[in-house]
């Protein structure tokens, strides 16, 4: 197993959920209406472009920001 499969130790399964069903369950869970309207534009405009960490994430943690593969792995225990 690979990626987070790995990690768990068991299969893991991805739905992928088209944009009216994204919309429907952002809005359920109390996302506003213009934020769900400008999600599409703010992913075509970051689309390949790596993510940063903040150094506010130190600044107020005390921890130094990291990748989702090792959060993912530091935290593997708590989905097993």
Same mark, same amino acid.
């Given at each position: 197993? %690979?990626?987070?499969?790995? $990690? =768990?130790?068991?299969?893991? =399964? %991805?739905? *992928?959920?088209?944009?009216?069903?994204?919309? *429907?369950?952002?809005?359920?869970?109390?996302v &506003?209406?213009?934020?769900?309207?400008?999600?599409p534009? +703010?992913? !075509? =405009?970051?689309?390949g @472009? &790596? !993510? +940063? @960490?903040?150094?506010? @994430? *130190?600044?107020? +943690?005390? $921890?130094?920001?990291?990748?989702? !593969?090792?959060?993912?792995?530091?935290?593997?225990?708590? =989905?097993?």
């Amino acid at each position: 197993m %690979t990626g987070a499969n790995g $990690l =768990v130790g068991r299969h893991l =399964v %991805t739905v *992928e959920e088209g944009p009216h069903q994204a919309r *429907e369950r952002m809005a359920r869970h109390g996302v &506003p209406g213009s934020l769900i309207d400008d999600l599409p534009a +703010t992913r !075509a =405009v970051t689309a390949g @472009v &790596p !993510a +940063t @960490v903040s150094p506010a @994430v *130190e600044q107020l +943690t005390g $921890l130094s920001g990291r990748g989702f !593969a090792q959060w993912a792995d530091e935290h593997a225990d708590d =989905v097993r």
